[in-house]
Every structure is written in structure tokens, then in C-alpha cells.
């Protein structure tokens, strides 16, 4: 299994974004929010940890673990392929927008990762060209 890029790792940083490669459409149950369907393609998980990002970071490189975070229940159906942290000027709601808008994506979960928040939610999906 290949490593993923790395970009702008600093410990001092509070938010990160996980890109996640998934090669086949996935019905998944993903805790309280229930089955949703997961096209292939690649997936952005924005989150936050305001201490020890990088132990969040490679709690959620893990595939077999206690499902606690949103993400947990989609990890082991792709592959991590670029982790970026970065710092505190947006926050994670205003992260996960920009994101959105410079790759061009959507918002595929309402709800994904923004059950504390009122945005849409903390996961990006970009389409994959054909």
C-alpha cells in the first residue's frame, strides 16, 4: 500500500484535510446518520483537533478501530492517498467550503462530519473525470 503525500504537516496547526481514493460505489452505514451511498471517486474529510493533531491524524490512517468519528466508518473502503493540516485563520465549517469550492466538488452527506456545526457538511466529494 502506498504512503500518502504529506503537504504542509505542521504540529502546531488545528484543522486537516484526509483525501480518500475509493475505486467502487459503497452503500455504508455510517452511525447515526444511517446507510448512504458513497460513488467512487475521491473523497475530502475535513476535521479539526485542537491538540495532538497528528495522533488524530494517524488514529484516522487506521483501518480496524472503534468507530467513534464519521469518518471511521468510511476509511476501510479507500485508500488515503494526501493529509494537509493547516492552520487556525478559517475554521473547519469555512475550510470545508473553500475546499469545496477549489476542487470543484460537492457536498455528498448532509451531516457528514458536521453534527456540532449547522454547515452542510465536512466531507467533499470531487467527481472523477472520465
Known amino acids: 500500500m502506498n504512503e500518502p503525500i504529506y503537504e504542509s504537516m505542521n504540529?502546531?496547526?488545528?484543522?486537516?484535510?484526509?483525501?480518500?481514493?475509493?475505486?467502487?460505489?459503497y452503500n455504508i452505514t455510517v452511525g447515526k446518520l444511517g446507510e448512504c451511498f458513497f460513488k467512487r471517486g475521491?473523497?475530502?474529510y475535513?476535521?479539526?483537533?485542537?491538540?495532538y493533531i497528528m495522533k488524530r491524524i494517524l488514529r484516522h490512517k487506521e483501518i480496524h478501530k472503534k468507530l467513534h468519528?464519521?469518518?471511521?466508518?468510511?476509511?476501510?473502503?479507500?485508500?488515503?492517498?494526501?493529509?494537509?493540516?493547516?492552520?487556525?485563520?478559517l475554521d473547519e465549517c469555512a475550510l470545508a467550503e473553500n475546499i469545496?469550492?477549489?476542487?470543484?466538488?460537492?457536498?455528498?452527506?448532509?451531516?457528514f462530519g458536521s453534527s456540532d456545526c449547522r454547515c452542510?457538511?465536512?466531507?467533499?466529494?470531487?467527481?472523477?473525470?472520465?
Request: charged residues 30%; proline residues 4%.
Open 46 to 51: 475535513i476535521g479539526s483537533a485542537k491538540k
Open 11 to 25: 504540529h502546531e496547526h488545528t484543522l486537516y484535510s484526509i483525501y480518500l481514493q475509493l475505486e467502487h460505489d
Open 100 to 111: 469545496r469550492k477549489k476542487e470543484d466538488g460537492m457536498f455528498p452527506i448532509k451531516g
Open 120 to 130: 452542510p457538511s465536512h466531507l467533499v466529494y470531487v467527481n472523477e473525470k472520465q
Open 69 to 89: 468519528w464519521h469518518f471511521d466508518y468510511l476509511r476501510p473502503y479507500g485508500m488515503i492517498t494526501k493529509i494537509i493540516t493547516y492552520d487556525d485563520r
Open 42 to 44: 475521491t473523497y475530502i
